[in-house]
C-alpha cells in the first residue's frame, strides 16, 4: 500500500527534487524505510490539497476547502511553535500526514481536564495503490509515536481525538493501544477522545 503522490522523472530526464532532511529515520524489517519530514507548505500544497479533498478524508474536515486555503492553513501550522505537522515518506514516497499539537494551546482542551505532558495529534493515511497491505497503517503510528515520545521524555500521554462517526479510526487507535474516552461536542465535530499512556507504549512497543 503506497501513495501515488511523488511522479516519476519527467522525459526530459529533470532531476529529482532535492531529498529533504528528516526529523526521523527508521528501518522497519520487512516494511522499508519510513521517514518523518516536516511539511513545507509550499511545496506539499498540491499533495496535502489532493489528498484532504478527497471523500475518503471526510473526517478531516477540508472536502470543500480550495487549493489556496489549504496552502493557508498549513502556513499558519508552520507559524506555530504548539502545533506541527508532517508526512511520513515509506521508501522516499509520501504516505501519511500527521499532525502534532499541545492541548492546552488547542481549543481541544476546554473539553476535557488536560494533564502536564498531554500530547495530541491527528492521523491521515494517504490514497492507496493496489489491495490493503496488512500492518501499514499500524507501522506507521508506531514509527510516529515512537519518535514522539524520543524525543520529549515530558511527553506522558499521546491524546487523539477522532470524528466520533469515524468507527475505522477508532478501531486503529485501539489496535495501537489507545484507550476510548468520553465524546465531546467540539465547534466543528462530535469527537471521540483517546488516550494513550507513554508507559504503556513503550512497554508494549518493547516487546
Do not use: C
Request: aromatic share 8%; net charge neutral; glycine share 6%.
Amino acid at each position: 500500500m503506497t501513495s501515488d503522490a511523488v511522479p516519476p522523472p519527467d522525459s526530459a530526464g529533470a532531476p529529482a527534487p532535492r531529498r529533504r532532511a528528516a526529523v526521523h529515520e527508521t528501518r522497519v524489517d520487512g516494511f522499508g524505510t519510513v521517514r518523518v519530514v516536516p511539511v513545507d507548505p509550499a511545496r506539499d500544497t498540491d499533495l496535502l490539497y489532493r489528498w484532504v479533498t478527497q471523500e475518503r478524508a471526510r473526517f478531516w474536515g477540508m472536502l470543500d476547502h480550495t487549493r489556496e486555503q489549504v496552502r493557508e492553513i498549513y502556513e499558519h501550522l508552520d507559524s506555530l511553535s504548539t502545533h506541527h505537522a508532517y508526512l511520513i515518506h515509506r521508501d522516499d514516497r509520501p504516505v501519511a500526514l500527521f499532525q502534532t499539537y499541545r492541548p492546552e494551546a488547542d481549543p481541544i482542551g476546554e473539553y476535557y481536564d488536560v494533564r502536564p505532558g498531554d500530547f495530541g495529534f491527528h492521523l491521515m493515511v494517504g490514497p492507496a495503490e493496489g489491495e490493503p497491505e496488512p500492518g501499514f497503517t499500524g507501522t506507521l503510528v508506531t514509527v510516529f509515536l515512537t519518535h514522539v515520545l524520543a524525543e520529549d521524555p515530558g511527553r506522558r500521554r499521546i491524546v487523539a481525538e477522532p470524528d466520533a462517526r469515524n468507527e475505522r479510526a477508532q478501531a486503529r487507535l485501539v489496535r495501537a493501544g489507545f484507550v476510548l474516552g468520553p465524546e465531546v461536542r467540539l465547534p466543528h465535530k462530535r469527537a471521540r477522545l483517546a488516550f494513550l499512556d507513554r508507559d504503556s507504549f513503550l512497554s508494549r512497543t518493547a516487546r
